[in-house]
């Protein structure tokens, strides 16, 4: 039997009920909300069921939307099913006054480097990382650079006037 | 049936030995001797035989390559000899985007040569950043080690790179043997953390 989207879409109503929300299917890829406290039960949910079996990580980031109070930051984690070939999206909103999601370590090995990516450039802090800190940018760095309050140049420059530069 | 490509068909000129000579410094000849100042000979010897450390991260490096290639042969100029360890080189040559987190590094390899010591910034990104204006680029290499000639360009032809090659050899060949020792290039040196 193929996996659809509907049968996923119907197991995860069957097991959590309306804590799942948002469910959309931008150009055929399942995406659903998952409530913040509610993100492990789901991933290892859609991990364990042999139905389903989405065993691996493809990616997780996050996005910043500055106007959604109370839900600022959004991490966003892509899983397939190799097996059968099938992709879903999963969106955990948190908002950016505490920022706190439950670490992915436990499940996907994979997704330690990713976190700690995630933190480095958002700042979302992984309940339950074994190494949070910073992997791309320099240790010294005191804010979360693709977050939207801060601009895209260097701010600590002095040489380069606006004029010249367009800024 | 002759061969379609034909080698050594030119005579070749008895008194030309194909040896790249340069010219004499100043100074007093007689038979049997020359003398001339220590600085200028040593300058002279120093200009011909840079060994260039290069340190390519990007597109400026690939034109790097074409410059040290046959084409251009940057051999020319007394510097094929390209060393992969910074205590054996004269010139280190930062070509290309160096990073926030690179910074320390391009730093480190600079303090492991030894003295003299000249720094070449090759294309926008190693002098100024570049386009790159961004929160994870360094924003030219002078803002962790001294530079000495800046070459500009997106990437820079060969030809610019040779440039400023040949701008260096200048300053190599015109160094006082006391600068190394004097109070300004320890100022220099002290403004960047280096003793």
């Known amino acids: 039997m193929a996996l659809t989207n509907e049968f996923i879409k119907s197991r995860l109503t069957e097991k959590f009920g309306p804590s799942i929300t948002g469910m959309e299917e931008p150009y055929g890829m399942l995406s659903v909300t998952v409530p913040r406290d509610l993100n492990l039960k789901v991933l290892n949910f ?21 106007e959604r109070t109370g839900e600022e930051l959004c991490v966003v984690y892509h899983l397939h099913n190799l097996v059968e070939n099938i992709r879903i999206r999963l969106k955990v909103y948190a908002p950016v006054e505490k920022p706190d999601v439950y670490t992915a370590t436990g499940l996907f090995s994979g997704a330690n480097w990713m976190e700690r990516e995630t933190y480095d450039f958002f700042g979302i802090n ?19 650079p693709l977050r939207k309050e801060f601009p895209l140049e260097d701010q600590t420059r002095i040489d380069k006037d606006d004029d010249m530069f367009g800024r | ?56 991260t990007s597109c400026c490096g690939i034109e790097f390559m074409a410059t040290m290639g046959s084409h251009y ?15 054996q080189c004269d010139l280190l040559m930062v ?7 690179m910074g320390p590094i391009v730093k480190q390899v600079y303090l492991q040569m030894a003295e003299p010591r000249w720094v070449i910034a090759v294309g926008a990104c190693a002098s100024s950043g570049g386009i790159f204006d961004t929160y994870s680029v360094l924003q030219g290499i002078d803002q962790v080690v001294p530079v000495d000639v800046y070459v500009p360009g997106c990437p820079p032809r060969p030809e610019a790179i040779i440039d400023g090659i040949l701008r260096i ?19 220099l040196l002290e403004s960047y953390g280096i003793q």
């Open chain 1, 46 to 66: 859609l991990f364990d069921e042999p139905e389903l079996g989405f065993r691996f990580l493809t990616d997780l980031t996050a996005v910043h939307y500055p």
């Open chain 1, 126 to 144: 992984f309940v339950g990382h074994p190494n949070l800190k910073r992997i791309l940018n320099v240790d010294e760095m005191d804010y979360f």
């Open chain 2, 1 to 56: 049936m002759s061969r379609p490509v034909r080698f050594n068909i030119k005579e070749k000129d008895k008194n030309d030995w194909g040896i790249n000579t340069v010219e004499m410094p100043d100074g007093h000849m007689g038979e049997g001797f020359f003398a001339t100042s220590l600085d200028k000979v040593v300058g002279l010897a120093r200009k011909n035989s840079i060994w260039p450390l290069p340190f390519a």
């Open chain 2, 73 to 87: 042969d940057l051999g020319r100029f007394g510097s094929e000899r390209v060393g992969f360890s910074p205590r």
């Open chain 2, 95 to 101: 070509m290309g985007t160096i990073a926030k987190k």
């Open chain 2, 169 to 187: 050899q200048d300053l190599v060949h015109n160094e006082s043997l006391r600068r190394r020792n004097g109070d300004q290039y320890k100022g």
